[in-house]
């Protein structure tokens, strides 16, 4: 079992930079491939970023590529999502999601067993 707590989310002008963090709970948090998924008003969860077990591969959207950098840190049950050059379509809540076993389709939402409650990025113009 793996608790998510999502934080860092709140409202930037576009160009600016946010840096959300997912801190987990329990021991296997390193057995778990990671990753960053948003929703928006209106539309279908959406994959953003996944990073696997000892941070060796990562895994980006292609709208977010070069402006979104997921990490994670095992030693403090942590990952991260740094955001920058943000626009007004990045607005939704990001939820950080986890998942136990191996697979190629990390976009998949149904691919997760694990989710955090999310948090509110808010990207004005």
């Known amino acids: 079992q793996v608790q998510l707590v999502e934080s860092g989310g709140g409202l930037v002008q576009a160009g600016g930079s946010l840096r959300l963090s997912c801190a987990a709970s329990?021991?296997?948090?390193?057995?778990?491939?990671m990753g960053w998924f948003r929703q928006a008003p209106g539309k279908e969860r959406e994959f953003v970023a996944a990073i696997n077990r000892d941070g060796g591969s990562t895994y980006y959207l292609d709208s977010v590529k070069g402006r979104f950098t997921i990490s994670r840190d095992n030693a403090k049950n942590m990952v991260y999502l740094q955001m920058n050059s943000l626009k007004p379509e990045d607005t939704a809540v990001y939820y950080c999601a986890a998942r136990k076993l191996y697979s190629s389709t990390y976009y998949r939402v149904s691919e997760y067993d694990y989710w955090g409650q999310g948090t509110q990025v808010t990207v004005s113009s």
């Open positions: 329990g021991r296997t948090f390193s057995t778990y491939a």
